[in-house]
């Protein structure tokens, strides 16, 4: 399995909602990030997870708060979100996050389309 | 501070005609450069690594460090290759870091 898998594809949530995002690899990678892609722009960071740890918070507000049950899942939790929170959430995972890592390059799910009404 | 440069917002070439993409980069230690495509509707690839020095669906990227570039370039355009590319470089913290990218459009 060479993928990383992203459900929901598709979410509409309201302001005073509380949903999650979920991302699953099974690669064996040890470090797996969020990030958020607004139309026609690239991809920002908003966490990093390395050995199921946080280890980057980009000042991303707290109504986004991530989770790492285990080496394979990353969980994006979602609370009293904003219409401008509407974008593409991508997940991604890379071999590791330490030295000698980034080479590799990060491995990308297809991703969450979230529209907060 | 590590900064990625793309300075074309679109590309437009004719089926067959050369392309390149420009990527210039800042940044002061020595950088793992990647090239990124996504196609319509799909998720985001990686196209090219920098270390590995190799051709994928015929493109090609030299790192020049005396420029700070890592162009994207491919002899003979096909319609296929339409889609946005994003230069990108792991910085500090290994944080991958992208150029805002460039849509190339390839006419037929």
């Known amino acids: 399995d060479t993928e990383v898998t992203q459900t929901p594809k598709h979410l509409v949530m309201g302001m005073t909602n509380k949903k999650s995002l979920k991302c699953e690899q099974h690669?064996?990678?040890?470090?797996m990030y969020w990030y958020k892609q607004k139309a026609k722009k690239p991809p920002e960071l908003m966490f990093v997870?390395?050995?199921?740890?946080?280890?980057i918070n980009e000042s991303v507000p707290s109504r986004f708060s991530p989770e790492c049950p285990n080496s394979s899942l990353l969980n994006l939790h979602l609370h009293a979100l904003q219409p401008e929170d509407s974008a593409l959430y991508l997940c991604?995972?890379?071999?590791?996050?330490?030295?000698?890592?980034?080479?590799?390059?990060?491995?990308f799910g297809s991703g969450t389309r979230l529209t907060v009404v | 501070a590590q900064r990625v440069t793309q300075p074309e917002k679109l590309l437009s070439v004719f089926k067959g005609a050369p392309v390149e993409l420009k990527c210039n980069y800042s940044?002061?230690?020595?950088?793992?450069l990647f090239w990124y495509v996504q196609y319509s509707r799909q998720r985001l690839q990686l196209l090219l690594r920098?270390?590995s020095r190799e051709s994928i669906k015929g493109f090609t990227a030299d790192l020049n460090k005396g420029e700070t570039s890592f162009h994207l370039k491919k002899p003979f355009a096909q319609e296929e290759d339409s889609a946005m590319y994003y230069c990108?470089?792991?910085?500090?913290?290994?944080?991958?870091?992208f150029g805002a990218g460039t849509i190339l459009r390839v006419k037929s």
């Open positions: 990108a470089l792991t910085s500090i913290g290994n944080k991958l870091v």
């Open positions: 940044y002061s230690g020595s950088p793992e």
């Open positions: 991604a995972s890379s071999p590791g996050h330490g030295s000698g890592q980034a080479a590799y390059g990060y491995t």
């Open positions: 997870y390395s050995y199921e740890k946080l280890s």
């Open positions: 920098h270390i």
């Open positions: 690669m064996g990678h040890r470090a």
